[in-house]
């Protein structure tokens, strides 16, 4: 592990199943990488890459629960790459977690030199920069997980299409009024979408959804049931608490 620093915190999520080192200010691991992993659908001896990794969260949490499971995390700032490293190690991951300090949109030749393949992942994970660059955070950690473009969903998706086999699995998560973005960038390489919303409340519009989409599949799209992160009172549902803090899997990982 590096040395103790006073700008990064160390935080037990998943209910202390996994230990995270993360910058203290700045983008910090939220609710969306946690129900990202929960949608994943990976099994072990297989190989997931996630793209714009971060600190590793959402990657890691998914490695912590499907032994055997080889762990590709892909992230465009060297200091959160570090700490994804960091969090490898302090979750006894290291070995079978690779770490590549590399822009998501890359060329395929940048990726072939940091030894990651075409058709090299089973599965996909991804939770792209979603919000508009007009007023762009001064933080630069938080400006690059958070504003994308409106080629953004295009891009990430393409790359994802690049790296996964055949019948290859996409998981990610994306701004529920913006979904249209997502099915557009998805229309050419992937099918048999599923696509599970997630409200902060009950009677609320959902603000996210998880969505799994198949390489090479023509399999109709589905709308499932979704998550209420919240009751009334501001306490967890107990769903919600299955997933944020006991490690339960939704539905999109069912199949």
Not at 191 to 203: A, D, Q, V, W
């Amino acid at each position: 592990m590096g040395a103790e620093r006073a700008d990064v915190t160390e935080d037990a999520v998943l209910g202390g199943r996994l230990f995270l080192r993360q910058p203290r200010k700045g983008h910090r691991v939220g609710h969306d990488a946690i129900l990202l992993a929960a949608a994943c659908s990976a099994r072990p001896g297989e190989h997931l890459i996630e793209l714009g990794a971060g600190v590793g969260a959402a990657g890691l949490a998914v490695a912590g629960r499907v032994e055997g499971l080889a762990l590709t995390l892909i992230e465009i700032d060297p200091e959160l790459a570090e700490l994804a490293r960091e969090n490898a190690e302090r979750n006894a991951l290291a070995a079978r977690t690779h770490i590549v300090c590399l822009d998501v949109t890359a060329s395929p030749q940048a990726y072939a030199a940091a030894g990651i393949s075409p058709g090299a992942a089973d599965h996909v994970l991804m939770n792209p920069p979603f919000n508009a660059a007009q007023n762009p955070s001064p933080d630069r950690g938080r400006r690059l997980a958070h504003a994308g473009t409106r080629e953004t969903p295009r891009l990430w998706v393409e790359t994802a299409a690049r790296l996964l086999r055949p019948a290859g699995i996409l998981t990610l998560i994306w701004r529920a009024n913006t979904l249209a973005a997502v099915l557009a960038a998805l229309a050419d390489d992937f099918g048999g979408i599923g696509i599970l919303p997630i409200y902060p409340k009950r009677e609320a519009p959902a603000i996210r959804v998880l969505v799994r989409a198949l390489k090479g599949s023509r399999t109709p799209l589905a709308l499932l049931s979704g998550l209420v992160l919240t009751e009334a009172n501001g306490r967890p549902t107990r769903e919600a608490e299955a997933v944020l803090r006991q490690g339960a899997v939704l539905p999109l990982s069912a199949n």
